[in-house]
């Protein structure tokens, strides 16, 4: 069959109208699935709290911060969790974390490669593992890695389901560090994090 048929009025396809609907029809609904976004798997966390507990002249300080963001990839097991020096608060201690003005509104990020398939397929209600995190901030340059304890409860581990409980601890070296935050507090500082997940598409 000829592609195409010469007629008195120039050039016509040699296809009926129905064919010809039905055509565009399914090439419309081809790019649609071609052009329509992936979906992306994630963690969403519903509370989130960091602790971090230090020590000067023998006297024990404790500061809080519940205004972290915590994200944690359900596919490839990225981490980050993101926190402001200003939103730490200790009720036992009413003065702030960072006396210094200069270092006020400072962004610190803690990044690292969670065992999401572990996580995932854990079959007991409680499950420890080690991660190694990076502290980083660009004004102070900073990059310190911190060893994490992180143990991992699932409450339904044979009745299915994403949600999980973490819990974190982590020792920062202070003398290695040098935080402002930290001039004249012994050298280890504890970091705990805590948060819940359950694995959501969107």
């Known amino acids: 069959m000829k592609l195409l048929n010469k007629y008195k009025d120039g050039l016509s396809l040699p296809f009926k109208t129905s064919t010809m609907r039905t055509?565009?029809?399914?090439l419309l609904i081809s790019f649609a699935f071609v052009t329509a976004p992936a979906q992306t798997v994630r963690y969403q966390t519903y509370t989130a709290v960091m602790k971090i507990s230090a020590t000067k002249d023998g006297q024990q300080f404790q500061w809080e911060n519940k205004k972290i963001s915590v994200v944690l990839d359900y596919k490839t097991g990225n981490f980050t969790c993101r926190l402001k020096n200003t939103d730490f608060y200790d009720p036992g201690?009413?003065?702030n974390f960072e006396t210094d003005t200069v270092l006020?509104?400072?962004e610190y990020t803690?990044?690292?490669i969670?065992?999401?398939r572990d996580i995932i397929h854990q079959q007991t209600i409680r499950q420890d593992y080690k991660v190694e995190l990076q502290l980083t901030n660009q004004e102070l340059m900073l990059n310190q890695t911190i060893l994490?304890?992180?143990n991992i409860m699932?409450?339904?581990?044979?009745?299915?389901g994403n949600y999980r409980v973490f819990t974190m601890e982590g020792k920062l070296n202070n003398a290695e560090t040098g935080l402002p935050a930290f001039r004249k507090f012994n050298d280890e500082i504890t970091i705990r994090l805590g948060f819940n997940g359950y694995a959501v598409t969107n």
């Open 154 to 160: 699932r409450p339904n581990p044979s009745g299915g």
């Open 23 to 26: 055509y565009i029809f399914l």
């Open 110 to 112: 803690l990044s690292g």
């Open 148 to 150: 994490f304890d992180m």
């Open 104 to 106: 006020n509104q400072l």
């Open 114 to 116: 969670f065992p999401i």
């Open 93 to 95: 201690h009413p003065q």
